[in-house]
């Protein structure tokens, strides 16, 4: 039974982590505060110094190089995985990743909500054991500070579709947690920085 550890929204902040044991890290975005290719750098060390056999990685808001320059990027992180509506098997997971969200003032990987993200999620595939996004869908982790609801709706309907077996995010910092929705285990894994543990999944 493969053990997943997941993290999200470290922001520069790794270090501070102490990780559990496992077959897999997953980072779920937001590695960095500002995505420089400096700041990427350093996360790409840390994360191929930590023991997990497999390293898989999706870019958030913050990590603008990677849609900015993302050939150089990528370079960064050689001996990792990193997905970008792309799919890998690793330790007998089937794993896609995705690091697009609804717009979100005037960060990287924003997409309007409707028509032109929906493209972003008919790409997911059925059959998957772990979706990765980097924001919430509509209705779980997605409570902010002010009461407001910011998750996707489409994403919502295409989980209902793709049945995976775990849906893990981050973005929202406030609302971390787990979920059922139907077969489909939700988590928003954030770390908030260093705040919060990694969340570790048995699958």
């Known amino acids: 039974m493969p053990r997943v550890v997941a993290i999200a929204d470290t922001h520069g902040e790794h270090a501070r982590l102490t990780l559990p044991e496992g077959d897999v890290l997953i980072h779920a975005g937001d590695l960095t505060q500002r995505g420089t290719l400096p700041q990427l750098e350093q996360v ?3 994360l191929r110094a930590q ?3 497999h390293k898989v990685i999706i870019a958030g808001n913050h990590d603008f190089a990677f849609q900015r320059e993302p050939a150089a990027a990528r370079a960064l992180f050689h001996g990792l995985t990193y997905l970008e509506d792309a799919e890998v098997t690793v330790a007998g997971l089937r794993i ?3 690091p697009w969200q609804p717009w979100f003032h005037n960060w990287a990987f924003n997409l309007h909500r409707g028509a032109e993200i929906d493209t972003k999620w ?3 595939p059925e059959g998957l054991d ?6 919430p869908p509509a209705g779980f982790g997605d409570l902010v500070h002010d009461g407001e609801r910011v ?3 489409d994403l919502l309907r295409h989980l209902g ?3 995976p077996k775990l849906h893990l995010f981050g973005h929202i910092h406030e609302d971390r947690g787990e979920w059922p929705f139907g077969p489909t285990r939700i988590i928003n894994c954030t770390t908030s920085e260093a705040a919060f543990p990694a969340a570790v999944i048995d699958l």
């Open 161 to 163: 579709r793709v049945k």
């Open 96 to 98: 896609w990743g995705t």
């Open 44 to 46: 790409a060390d840390w």
């Open 51 to 53: 023991p997990h056999a």
């Open 122 to 124: 008919k790409l997911i």
């Open 130 to 135: 772990v979706l990765i996004t980097h924001g």
């Open 151 to 153: 998750g996707c709706e």
